[in-house]
């Protein structure tokens, strides 16, 4: 009985005697059990009943008089067979028992007859499982809230217990040990919880959380079961399972992996750091968590990123004998772990022989080859990627992805790899059988091999299913002997009913969504994503075959369904498109029309009328606008087949009237619907769990006549989305859901006559559902669980059989026929060819997403008078609607081909006529001429471009304004950030003649709360500076006397105090407007307060040093705006002297800046902007409004007649000024035309004086154009004095600043070296606390270890006693022998002692396959090993044995006290074992105690190392001096070594260095004396050594004289008369060459001025692009500073970090190719100079 269905369970007898009821009286008690029942259903039925009513409902029935009464028939189903494979563990269950779950079933397989049993899941899909082929029994969990683990027999499938957990959602790993009743589970989230279970006990031992973790892979030690191995994807811990008598501990053990190389590092404890090394600067070297400033748990388990290296990925383990773990791992390495130790060990592969090698590389190159063949991957064979590992005696087996069992020998971290087995498929499992004589290998694509070590075979194959969940299966006619199923992968399958054999398996190697198998003939018809419809021959069922495809569309084929008479085949696809075929292989299922729905399509069901010879097609849709369903019922006439053009158009669609198509809408959404053959119709609401019935019929009609309403609502006890089935005889309704329950109802009366949960709603509940002809068996089909049932009757009236059986008969004989013909035809069918080509390549599925056109749907194009089709693939690869299409468009084509050509011509005649009127358009006047517009013959067209371009406009300028506005934002928050928040901006000043730049500083204006805090530093050091002078004055007892005396010293050492003040205050920022007599003395700074306020103070002085430099960079800047004003009123008159000289002159006009005048920058000038600027409609109007204007005032301007005479007459003035005298001319006299011989004499005086006045005036122009070269020369150097000398200002402003920044840099310096104390003070107060939690920690479990301890000494003690006390009576028993048998003669009481202590023998033969035969056994072993000892006595305590002459009583009497002496030997041995792990367990105990204390004490010792730290730190103070340059001198950069120095008064060095000065003067003074005396000898030689010289020249000159040569110039001089003239012309000669070569020098100066000139204006070109460059620079530094404030806000360092990585390591690997590269070439230019010598050597000629 299940929550969700009421059932009442009556006799069969009873049924038999009374009848059933009516299907009146049946309602009526329905209703009336149920109660409120039907009150809460209302009249639409849209509420469900709950499992507390329900409950009710059923006591109610039970003590209602009615339960006499038969109210229905019990029918019962059960599993014939289930199918399928599941990818989750497989497991021996014995050694000729192979198990693995499937679905909500455990099927076990038998490997030598291959027959299948199976064990159900009550609760649903199988979760985890485990299986122990020792023991002989499996566990398994279910997928459901709060699983539970049940643990079952084999093969009695008896159900011996249920482990109840803590987990909440499912179970992900199960492990048995191998010894002793132990399973380990791992729950998945949120718990990830290890658990230890004792199932015989029932008794959860112990358990360890680990969040967040999953497993991958968990198995027990088999030599010790209390070590379990927990492997995941990064990680491998071994766990050790510690006892206690009764108490049972999970003690945790990471395994260090290697890192991806394969290298092993030692492991680095950063909280407790080996070494502590000082350093007298940087203070000690503390741990990297207290650095991060962590405290508590997670600074024990901080670790740095750049410490993180990543490790190998595990895939597989095994153990071995020796209690070793074998690891595979990703990167292909294999791992030997001791798991005591937990020590790693890297395996390496032995070197083979040099023959072994070639043969090796021979194959992996055949290997490789065969493989690129086949389009995969090459694969390593050296270092294959392990996926599955198997241990045995010999060695190791392991498998991948290779598809190949390799077998390891492993020696000393060494191993030899042979390849046992290739079955070309990847391995995802190895097992051993129990015996180690078998091998499974299951592989990922569902095929499971056996391999035999010791015979060294092939793999045989033991199963072949398949890995794919099933889509659909369907019976093959006549639907009592075969059935098919096919995959999702397109795999198809051939069972054999009776048993679930698989026959035959045919692979279509394509996406499949569809089945069905044919009625009329033994074929089957499967649907691909493609559109592609196959069909398979099935008469052999050994040897299925496709023998023909079909393509109708490029739709997905959602279904396909046949008429019970198998004439037709109805396909629904995607997109509301139903195609009918036809079925019979004689047609070559032949496309016979189809039909288009416009809504989408739900479920689809067919209908045969044998009677009217009709098939009818229900179509179940989906309205979308209203919350309804939509029928649509069309008919098919067996006409259709024989007659088809009358039925479909030219496109090949069905035509309306000639189907008889008929629509219903219902009154509530359906998901499935089935029609009976009376016009009733069942289907599965959605909104609600009920099954509607519905009568088409106009008198159920709504008020609304196409709308109809329910019949009757019959309660779904199911839950999900769900479909309806009808059986072939129309009597039973099969309703299936998400929930995996399959329920079949009475289609009369929708009783219920059975239900069974075949799948699970984990498993995503049912996919298909499928009644045989005769009724006996249903195919159920899971969605996702992989899993196949074939139910069959178990219990059922024999009336429903009779029923069904008939018409099964009678079906058969309409059908007997057309089958045997149709099969003939199919066999004589030749088998289908693949085209690679056409499925794969052509067809690619991305071609299949797309929708295709629908068929009147024809693109036409009218230029050359050609017609393009759509569909132009070549008719093998065109779909069955292409055709059509196709053909339609040809058979228009030629029927309009006249048309067209006439149109086309009309066409291009209007366009001609079109043309030659735009072009005489454009030749008349612009009055007469028409708009563009108006030749456009497409007006609408054109208005939707406009629109588009509109739009597209709009769109542009709204991404623009927002683009505009988000820069404006960024402006203002830069702006309010970098300029408003200022208070002194930052601006600069500029020599005019140099380079020289000197910037102020830009200074915030402090908040408020760092003036409260520097006031209050401020007044705190006030108040202890008048502390101080208080307590000095207290502390004054000297007498006057020795004041007075000492009051000299003390004048002398203040004048030496205050030149030394600046060497022990550390600065100079007294002497820069800074306050230092407000600080600390440098020596006092020992508390934390004391450096905060110290670091107040120096901030404060920086800030007033750089106020002081901003008041005198102020005078400077204004100084200079000055300058430049005097400039600019000089610069005035300068051209007007310009002006009044007529030349053309630059003038030097001096500006400010933008780094003078920043805020020039904030405002954009109309000049910077380059791009004309947009203007709307109104500004352009008002713009050209205004330009008007202006051009009437000009003309109005130019017409003055006033101005026109005063022009005219006086030049324009009425003055005329001395400046114009330059201007002033005079007018020649006008006889001055005629020839100067007709003058007469009044014209030759007026020429004279004419003459005169031009003489005088232009003297005076000469005169005032002196007078105005002079003035300018002064003008111009003024300016360049005053600009000058405010260069030297800048630049001693300059040499200011410099200091200044010194000075800042001091005060900067000293802050740091604060700053860093404070840091350093912080981190060892967080290493403190740290080790404080980690201290109390270690207490707790102190604590805890000891109270562990003293328990576990208390329980010793009593278990002691226990096992001394059954250690004496064992004891005695041997000691009471004698007495209890005292009555036995002595010769046979000797006999019957040594049959006492005679024991069995070990009759259980060594297993020397199993690697594991010797493994130590538990505790619990103990009544185990008792049971079998007392097997083994059976024979020693049979009569045989007996001594002679002994009575048979006393033997067995003899016989029950020697078991009893054997069970308390038995039970001394188990209590010894017991004492002996109570014993490890409290020495384990014991010694983490002392492991703890011994962490304790080093903890103490840390503690006191960081206090004496901490007091270094405050005392040995970091002190600033200022030196002066030369005062230290070291000849190396580093810094000595001041540890033993000491601080001395400066009076001792001053009268040391006094000493040594004195005697250094005497020293020079002896030198002086000596270097005089030595200087005199000097003088004297000198002498000698001048009038030797002399004596030499002279000598010299003589023989000069006496040998003089006569050139030709003396011989000249001596012979010419004249000689200064002949000189003199010579001269005058050179001279004319030189003018010559002047000239040409001045031409070659003015050419080259010419070039300076065109350098020049090249240079201002290039400053005004360098100009434009810089601005985009700055707003290039704007956006990298937004940038940068938007990485830091994002806080993405992790991520940089990541891509730092990522980009160091490709620079890593690129330097290494670009080395690879380099070694290269250098070997390739070697080998090609040895190939260039040896074919020298060899071809010399050449």
């Given at each position: ?32 059990m ?53 990818k ?8 000729q ?12 397989l ?38 539970i ?36 589970s ?21 358990s ?30 071994v ?28 492991r680095?404890?950063?909280?407790f ?7 007298p600067?940087?203070g ?10 962590l ?62 090698r ?9 290997r ?6 086949k ?18 005696n ?30 070309l ?8 059988c ?46 009592n ?52 419809i ?18 109708p ?78 029928l ?109 329950v ?53 219990k ?47 067809l ?100 939707r ?8 406009v ?75 002078k208080?307590q000095?004055?207290n ?36 002497q ?57 009123e000089r ?20 500006a ?26 109104e500004?352009?109007?008002k713009?050209?409004m ?14 003055n ?34 020839p ?14 004419h ?50 920044e ?153 016989c ?22 109570m ?19 080093d ?17 040995n ?31 001792v ?6 000493s ?48 003089l ?98 980009r ?10 670009q ?28």
């Amino acid at each position: 009985m299940t929550c969700g269905s009421i059932m009442v369970n009556f006799s069969t007898a009873l049924f038999e005697t009374s009848g059933a009821l009516s299907y009146t009286s049946q309602e009526e008690l329905w209703y009336l059990m149920k109660g409120k029942t039907r009150q809460a259903m209302g009249e639409q039925g849209t509420s469900r009943l709950s499992c507390g009513s329900i409950r009710h409902l059923q006591l109610a029935v039970n003590a209602n008089p009615f339960d006499k009464r038969t109210l229905m028939f019990i029918h019962t189903l059960s599993e014939s067979w289930v199918q399928g494979f599941s990818k989750k563990n497989f497991g021996f269950i014995n050694n000729q028992t192979v198990c693995y779950p499937c679905g909500n079933y455990i099927l076990f397989l038998d490997i030598e007859t291959k027959k299948t049993t199976m064990l159900q899941c009550q609760t649903g899909r199988v979760g985890a499982f485990a299986a122990n082929g020792n023991s002989q029994v499996l566990a398994f969990s279910d997928q459901k809230l709060n699983p539970i683990i049940y643990i079952y027999t084999f093969p009695e499938l008896n159900k011996l217990t249920e482990l109840k957990g803590s987990a909440q959602l499912d179970y992900t790993l199960l492990a048995f040990s191998f010894t002793g009743p132990y399973l380990a589970s791992y729950s998945s989230i949120p718990e990830f919880v290890l658990s230890v279970w004792n199932w015989q006990e029932n008794i959860l031992l112990c358990s360890a959380s680990q969040p967040g973790v999953t497993a991958t892979s968990l198995s027990f030690n088999p030599m010790n079961w209390q070590q379990l191995c927990f492997v995941n994807e990064s990680s491998v811990t071994v766990w050790h399972i510690e006892r206690n008598n009764d108490e049972h501990h999970l003690t945790r053990n990471p395994v260090k992996l290697p890192d991806g190389q394969g290298s092993v590092s030692s492991r680095k404890d950063l909280f407790f750091p080996v070494s502590r090394s000082e350093d007298p600067y940087h203070g000690p070297d503390l741990p990297v968590s207290a650095i991060a400033g962590l405290v508590g748990d997670e600074a024990e388990t901080f670790v740095p990123s750049n410490y993180i290296k990543p490790s190998v990925h595990p895939t597989a383990h095994c153990w071995t004998a020796t209690s070793e773990i074998y690891v595979g791992c990703k990167e292909g390495y294999i791992l030997a772990i001791d798991a005591e130790t937990r020590s790693v060990s890297v395996l390496q592969q032995k070197p083979l022989p040099e023959y072994m090698r070639k043969i090796s590389d021979v194959v992996s190159y055949v290997r490789r080859e065969v493989q690129k063949k086949k389009g995969g991957k090459p694969k390593d064979l050296q270092k294959p990627v392990l996926f599955t590992m198997a241990f045995c005696n010999e060695g190791m087996y392991a498998a991948g992805s290779e598809g190949i069992l390799f077998f390891y020998h492993i020696k000393d971290l060494q191993y030899e790899m042979k390849i046992c087995a290739d079955i070309l498929k990847p391995i995802s499992s190895l097992i051993f059988c129990p015996d180690y004589t078998i091998l499974l290998l299951v592989t990922e694509q569902g095929t499971v091999y056996t391999y035999k070590p010791a015979h060294s075979g092939e793999a045989v194959k033991l199963l072949d299913a398949c890995s794919s969940c099933f889509l659909a299966a369907d019976f093959l006619t006549p639907g009592n002997k075969y059935c098919v199923s096919v995959t999702i992968s397109g795999e198809v399958q051939v069972w054999f009913l009776e048993d679930g054999t698989c026959l035959s398996k045919l692979n279509l190697d394509i996406e499949a969504t569809a089945m069905a198998c044919c009625p009329s003939s033994n074929s089957v018809a499967v649907g691909t994503k493609r559109g592609q419809i196959y069909f398979l021959d099935v008469t052999k069922v050994e040897a299925p075959r496709v023998v023909h495809r079909i393509f109708p569309s490029k739709f997905p084929v959602l279904s396909l369904h046949y008429d019970q008479s198998g004439q037709f085949l109805i396909a629904r696809a995607t997109e509301g498109h139903i195609f009918v075929l036809d079925a019979r292989p004689s047609k070559l299922f032949q496309v016979l029309g189809y039909v288009v729905l416009a809504d989408e399509v739900l479920d689809l069901s067919v209908v045969s009328d044998f009677k009217n010879d009709l098939v009818e097609v229900v179509v179940l849709l989906n309205v979308a606008e209203v919350q309804r369903a939509r029928l649509e019922i069309f008919c098919l006439s067996s006409a259709l087949t024989t007659d088809n053009d009358k039925y479909v158009n030219e496109q090949g669609m069905l035509n309306a009237s000639a189907i008889k198509k008929e629509q219903y809408d219902l009154d509530y959404p359906l998901s499935s619907a089935v029609r009976l053959k009376d016009n009733i119709v069942y289907g599965y609401c959605t909104c609600a769990p009920f099954i509607c019935k519905y009568h088409l019929s106009e008198e159920n009609m709504l008020e609304d006549p196409s709308v109809f309403l329910s019949e009757k609502r019959t309660p779904s006890n199911q839950f999900g989305s769900g479909f309806l089935c009808l059986s072939p005889n129309s009597r039973w309704l099969a309703s299936a859901a998400k929930d995996g329950v399959l329920f079949i109802y009475h289609t009369f009366t929708m009783d219920i006559l059975a239900e069974k949960h075949c799948h699970s709603y984990q498993g995503g509940g049912i996919r298909s559902v499928v009644f045989s002809l005769d009724g006996k068996f249903i195919l159920v089909n899971g969605e996702n669980d992989g899993a196949l049932v074939c139910l069959k009757w178990k219990k059922i009236k024999k009336i429903e059989v009779k029923e069904a059986a008939f018409h099964w008969r009678s079906l058969l004989a309409i059908l007997n026929k057309s089958t045997s013909n149709e099969n003939v035809v199919l066999k004589s069918m030749a088998e289908w060819q693949f085209d690679p080509e056409s499925t794969s390549e052509s067809l690619p599925e991305e071609k299949f997403k797309e929708v295709p056109l629908k068929s009147s749907n024809v693109e036409l194009t009218e230029e050359d008078g050609n017609v393009t089709s759509v569909y132009s693939a070549s008719t093998n690869d065109m779909t069955w609607i292409g055709q059509k299409v196709k053909k339609v468009i040809r058979e228009e084509t030629q029927r309009f081909a006249n048309q067209k050509k006439e149109l086309q011509m009309g066409i291009k005649k209007l366009r001609k006529t079109i043309q030659k009127m735009m072009h005489e358009n454009e030749q008349v006047p612009d009055i007469e001429k028409l708009e563009q517009e108006e030749f456009n013959l497409d007006i609408e067209e054109q208005e939707r471009a406009q629109a588009e371009a509109e739009q597209e406009v709009a769109r542009v300028r709204k991404k623009i304004e927002m683009e505009n506005l988000a820069n404006r934002y960024l402006q203002d928050v830069i702006k309010h950030g970098c300029w408003d928040a200022m208070c002194v901006k930052g601006r600069a000043v500029k020599c005019f003649h140099m380079d020289g730049e000197v910037k102020n500083y830009p200074l915030k204006e402090r908040s408020e709360e760092e003036l409260e805090t520097l006031e209050k530093v401020l007044r705190l050091k006030k108040i202890e500076t008048a502390d101080l002078k208080v307590q000095k004055k207290n502390l004054e007892i000297e007498s006057e006397i020795v004041l007075s005396k000492e009051e000299g010293k003390k004048a002398e050492e203040v004048t030496a105090d205050d030149t030394a003040s600046y060497c022990l205050i550390g600065s100079l920022s007294s002497q820069y407007g800074g306050d230092t007599s407000i600080l600390y003395h440098q020596w006092d700074l020992h508390t934390r307060e004391q450096k905060v306020n110290q670091i107040v103070l120096l901030k404060d002085i920086i800030y007033k040093v750089k106020t002081a430099f901003n008041k005198e960079f102020d005078i400077v800047a204004r100084q200079k705006e000055q300058e430049i004003a005097r400039v600019k009123e000089r610069n005035l008159r300068i051209r007007e002297i310009l002006a009044q000289l007529d030349l053309q002159v630059k003038v030097w006009e001096p500006a400010l800046t933008d780094d003078e005048i920043p805020e020039r920058a904030l405002t954009v000038q109309d000049s910077e902007i380059k791009v004309e600027k947009y203007l709307t409609q109104e500004e352009r109007e008002k713009a050209e409004m205004l330009a008007e204007l202006e051009i009437e005032r000009c003309l109005a301007a130019m017409d003055n007649e006033r101005l026109r005479a005063l022009n005219d007459m006086m030049g324009g003035v009425l003055e005329v000024k001395k400046e114009d005298i330059l201007k002033m001319d005079i007018p020649p006299p006008p006889f001055i035309s005629k020839p100067e011989h007709v003058w007469n004499d009044e014209e030759k005086k007026i020429f004279r004086e004419h003459e005169k006045k031009v003489k005088k005036l232009s003297e005076e122009k000469e005169k005032y154009r002196r007078a105005l070269e002079n003035e300018l020369k002064k003008l111009e150097a003024s300016i360049q004095e005053t600009t000058q000398n405010f260069d030297q200002i800048v630049c001693k402003l300059s040499e200011r600043k410099v200091k200044l920044e010194m000075v800042i840099y001091q005060e900067e310096l000293k802050i740091v070296n604060l700053v860093y104390a404070l840091m350093l003070n912080e981190e060892l107060d967080t290493r403190e606390a740290g080790l404080h939690n980690f201290l109390m920690k270690k207490e707790k479990e102190k604590v805890k270890t000891a109270r562990t301890i003293q328990t576990t000494k208390n329980k010793i003690e009593a278990y002691i006693d226990t096992y001394e006390n059954a250690k004496a009576e064992e004891k005695n028993l041997e000691c009471g022998f004698t007495k209890e048998f005292a009555d036995v003669p002595a010769n046979l009481l000797d006999e019957l002692f040594q049959l006492y202590k005679h024991r069995p023998k070990d009759n259980q033969l060594l297993d020397t396959a199993n690697p594991y035969g010797d493994s130590s056994g538990s505790a619990e072993d103990y009544k185990g090993a008792l049971t079998l000892l007392m097997k083994a006595m059976d024979e020693l305590d049979s009569p045989e044995h007996m001594p002679n002459g002994l009575d048979a009583s006393i033997w067995e009497h003899f016989c029950l006290a020697r078991r009893n002496k054997m069970e308390s030997e038995e039970l001394v041995k188990w209590k010894a074992l017991t004492l002996a792990e109570m014993q490890a367990f409290l020495q384990r105990r014991m010694d983490d105690n002392e492991k703890i204390k011994s962490e304790i004490e080093d903890i103490f010792q840390e503690l006191t190392w960081l206090q004496e730290e901490k007091m270094k730190l405050q005392l040995n103070l970091t002190v600033q001096f200022l030196l002066r340059q030369g005062q230290v001198e070291l000849e190396s950069t580093e810094i000595p070594d001041y540890t033993d120095a000491i601080l001395i008064n400066k009076s001792v060095v001053e009268e040391l260095n006094c000493s040594i000065m004195a005697q250094g003067e005497k020293k020079i003074a002896s030198m002086v004396e000596c270097k005089d005396f030595s200087k005199g000898i000097f003088q004297l030689e000198w002498e000698h050594k001048k009038m030797r010289m002399q004596i030499e020249d002279l000598k010299q000159k003589a023989r000069d004289i006496v040998t003089l040569p006569i050139s030709k110039d003396r011989q000249l001089f001596l012979t010419v008369l004249n000689y200064d003239s002949h000189i003199a012309h010579r001269v005058s000669v050179m001279e004319q060459a030189l003018g010559i070569m002047d000239k040409l020098h001045k031409k070659n100066v003015k050419n080259r001025q010419k070039r300076i000139k065109e350098l020049e204006r090249c240079i201002s070109l290039k400053e005004r692009a360098n100009y434009e460059l810089s601005l985009e620079l700055k707003e290039m530094l704007v956006s990298v500073s937004e940038r940068r404030h938007i990485f830091e806000a994002a806080d993405t360092q992790h991520v940089s970090e990541k891509i730092a990585k990522q980009r160091y390591r490709e620079i890593l690997k690129q330097k290494h190719l670009q080395g690879l590269v380099k070694e290269q070439e250098e070997q390739f230019e070697i080998l090609q100079a040895e190939v260039e010598r040896l074919r020298s050597r060899t071809f010399p000629l050449l």
